[in-house]
């Protein structure tokens, strides 16, 4: 094998424009601007690639020693100096003392490199980002912090489960119910709950998970804000919404101990005793009262049914026969509406909480009634006989374009056009 060459992107960068340079293509002038050096430089460069090859272009000091390396003498002095005397020390202050003290002046981050090849220091932890302790808001139902938390809410040897949790910044006040998982629809029912009993918040406060904000446009809860007129603040780290991650440890100590007292095993049974008892128990001794008086909820009057702004919303196109189709399900539109319809046209599927299916054109309800789907009809599959396929190419051969353009071809002749 031949030699190999180490280039650098720099080098390699150089190569291609010098090679333009040589085969008259590219100006010296014009390589000098692109490889950002002097015309006379240029000249020097250009010198060294002709006479040498790819060789010179390489930078000579490569895998020599530094000129400015200290001698392996001193470097065994300091070592050993630093096992007597500076063990333990961190090698910025023993570089600046043997500076003061000894006359031996070294380089911090060099006596570093040092020790930690002698395995004589190791790395020290980063300490923790400070972070500065945030005022509760002052009002109630101005901001609202909400998270899950996934725990064996019902013993150790019981699937996990998620408890969506809802804590008001600024008296510690708490919604919760419990599901499966962190899911969107545990989510929209818990802030029904919660805008029902006490009106809709000015903002809520959450992570980066997808059923909460979205990367790709508006989800389900993002949709609900925007119709509520509720900001939505996102949290980038655990530590920005302390206030329900510390409320998720006194659920998880004594919302446990209650559901095994109570012999409570299972989800639904669990979301009816925390509505009827717990949620109010665990708000009276806990819950604090608010700096300020004035409660920052909005009426949810204001905003009409509840129904169609806590539901999944998505778009169907009306068929020529004036029916949709949603999750392998048919309806069939009233020929009487409200607004006029025709085929092609959008409309709004919406899904409540409860499952109940309604077809909305802008703000008119439309009428319809489901129909059983369309019966598909399935032709008989034809049976593959490679035999007969066979039998029927040898008995129509002659209809072929071979034998209609050149009938010589059934006597095994070839006739080519320019013979």
Same mark, same amino acid.
């Given at each position: ?21 040589v ?9 000098g ?13 250009k ?28 470097k ?33 981050e060099?006596l ?27 009002c ?27 804590v ?21 029912s ?10 809709? =918040? ?49 659920y ?66 009306i ?53 059983? =789907?369309p019966?598909?009809?399935?032709? =008989? ?26 009938p ?12």
């Amino acid at each position: 094998m031949g030699e190999c060459l180490i280039m650098s992107v720099k080098e390699l960068k150089r190569k291609s424009i010098l090679e333009g340079v040589v085969g008259g293509r590219l100006s010296l002038q014009d390589a000098g601007s692109r490889l950002g050096v002097s015309y006379r430089q240029a000249k020097r460069i250009k010198r060294r690639f002709v006479n040498e090859g790819d060789v010179g272009l390489v930078n000579r000091s490569r895998g020599r020693a530094s000129s400015h390396k200290y001698p392996l003498v001193f470097k065994d002095q300091v070592l050993a100096l630093y096992r007597s005397e500076y063990m333990g020390y961190g090698p910025t202050f023993v570089s600046e003392y043997l500076e003061e003290n000894r006359g031996i002046k070294i380089n911090a981050e060099t006596l570093r490199l040092w020790l930690l090849e002698a395995n004589l220091w190791v790395r020290q932890r980063k300490r923790k980002r400070y972070r500065q302790r945030r005022e509760r808001r002052e009002c109630f139902g101005e901001l609202l912090q909400i998270d899950g938390s996934d725990h064996p809410w019902f013993g150790e040897d019981k699937p996990r489960s998620c408890l969506l949790n809802m804590v008001d910044d600024a008296t510690g006040r708490t919604m919760s119910q419990l599901d499966s998982g962190e899911t969107c629809k545990v989510l929209l029912s818990t802030f029904r709950m919660w805008v029902e009993r006490y009106g809709v =918040p000015k903002a809520v406060y959450v992570d980066l998970k997808n059923i909460y904000v979205s990367p790709k446009g508006f989800n389900a809860f993002e949709r609900v804000c925007y119709l509520l007129n509720v900001k939505i603040i996102k949290a980038y780290s655990p530590q920005a919404k302390g206030r329900v991650e510390r409320n998720h440890g006194v659920y998880q100590d004594r919302f446990v101990k209650e559901l095994k007292l109570k012999n409570i095993t299972t989800i639904e049974e669990a979301n009816a005793f925390l509505i009827a008892s717990y949620l109010d128990k665990i708000n009276k001794k806990f819950a604090k009262e608010p700096k300020s008086k004035v409660d920052a909820h909005c009426p949810v009057k204001a905003y009409g049914d509840l129904d169609q702004i806590f539901c999944w919303e998505y778009e169907r196109r009306i068929n020529n026969d004036f029916t949709i189709a949603f999750n392998n399900e048919f309806y069939q539109l009233a020929k009487e509406q409200a607004v006029k319809l025709r085929p092609k046209q959008k409309i709004t599927v919406h899904i409540g909480l409860d499952s109940v299916v309604s077809l909305w054109q802008a703000e008119s309800k439309l009428s319809y009634k489901k129909i059983a =789907p369309p019966v598909k009809i399935v032709l =008989p599959k034809k049976e593959f006989d490679s035999f007969q396929c066979s039998k029927n190419s040898r008995t129509n051969r002659h209809r072929s374009p071979w034998s209609q353009f050149n009938p010589l071809w059934l006597k095994g002749k070839r006739v080519y056009a320019n013979s």
